[in-house]
């Protein structure tokens, strides 16, 4: 599960305009087990 979550993140490396959606991603990590 968690690559579902690796994946989105390094995608927001090669697209800044996604780094809005990279902070959602590490904030909603801890909310899923």
Partial sequence: VK???FFPKIAG???P???LLILLFFLLD???P
């Fill in 3 to 5: 690559a579902d979550y």
């Fill in 13 to 15: 490396l090669k697209f």
């Fill in 17 to 19: 305009r996604r780094t």
């Fill in 30 to 32: 801890p909310l899923f």
